[in-house]
């Protein structure tokens, strides 16, 4: 680990000037992400300005959504009540997502910011494009069984680890920032970026900017959502495939719908193809199925990973047909 230097901001605004004048800095919340990738000497910052002070506050809006402060513990975000009842899918993927101990330190915004667990990422005698640009992507021939079918490149077919993100995608939230050029609001299905020729750039974030808040919108058929992760052991693994889901039926046709996948691509996957076809169709395992398929026939599995797009199709159509049920 590099030589750096701590200092911690006391307000959005003093994390901004900070970083102003640690342009080599990274800003730090519950650090179990960053500090690692510093041990490995993959993140070399010269200065970790700590954000883990700034607001970490789960308030309902007037609007009926909820405000999520970007330094809230994953733990306090699983746990709190109005999460756990109107967006259940939500508390779910983050109960998922890692230890308990990892959930009490982690912070919502480093949630978001985390980078792929790739084994050839993390290992500095392999070629990886997203470590080192233009060096090469060694899992394209080597060991790739749990890496990316959708949206990927000849650059990079690492995968997104972020349970909770899955989830966020599923429930049309919004990322708020703060930059030098002031607020802006970003949704979270276009937060995160597919790896095109440059995997290396992984967010559309600018320089310096800072994420400052997660809302998540009224969905009063969100109450009928979950998270189903699909994974090689039951404790502390990445998904393999994983299924963010709310469900509203009326009258035996789908009323309304919000689909992601997990564990399939570089980003979480909103399934927008499937949505569409489902929307005023018969809730019927059939057509479920139909849509799942629809969704990963853009799939372009490798030599060891095919079978995510039959995992993925069957993990759609069970989630949905739970889901059914409830709304029933």
Request: charged share 20%; net charge neutral; with cysteine.
């Amino acid at each position: 680990m590099n030589p750096f230097t701590f200092v911690r901001a006391v307000s959005v605004e003093n994390a901004l000037l900070l970083h102003k004048d640690h342009a080599a800095g990274k800003y730090l919340g519950g650090g179990t992400n960053l500090v690692d990738l510093m041990r490995e000497t993959i993140e070399h910052p010269d200065t970790l300005i700590d954000v883990s002070q700034l607001s970490g506050a789960i308030e309902e809006q007037a609007n009926g959504g909820l405000f999520i402060g970007a330094a809230a513990r994953n733990t306090a975000v699983s746990e709190h009540r109005l999460v756990r009842t109107r967006y259940p899918a939500l508390a779910r993927a983050i109960l998922a997502g890692a230890s308990p101990q990892i959930r009490n330190m982690a912070s919502v915004a480093g949630n978001l910011l985390q980078r792929t667990r790739c084994t050839y990422f993390y290992d500095d005698a392999s070629h990886c494009n997203k470590r080192i640009p233009g060096q090469g992507c060694d899992a394209i021939d080597g060991f790739h069984h749990n890496h990316a079918i959708l949206g990927t490149s000849p650059a990079c077919i690492a995968t997104h680890p972020s349970d909770m993100c899955v989830a966020l995608a599923a429930l049309d939230a919004t990322v708020h920032l703060r930059g030098g050029k002031g607020e802006r609001t970003v949704p979270i299905t276009e937060f995160h970026r597919l790896p095109g020729d440059h995997p290396d750039i992984e967010t559309v974030l600018e320089p310096g900017e800072l994420i400052t808040a997660i809302s998540l919108p009224r969905m009063p058929f969100a109450t009928h959502s979950t998270y189903r992760k699909v994974r090689e052991r039951s404790s502390y693994a990445f998904a393999l495939v994983s299924v963010a889901a709310a469900l509203d039926v009326q009258n035996g046709l789908v009323n309304d719908i919000r689909l992601a996948l997990g564990g399939v691509a570089h980003k979480p996957w909103r399934a927008f193809k499937a949505e569409a076809m489902l929307k005023g169709k018969p809730a019927t395992e059939a057509n479920f199925r139909a849509a799942a398929e629809a969704e990963l026939a853009a799939a372009t599995p490798l030599r060891d990973n095919a079978y995510k797009v039959e995992l993925a199709c069957r993990t759609i159509t069970t989630v949905l047909n739970e889901l059914r049920g409830e709304s029933a």
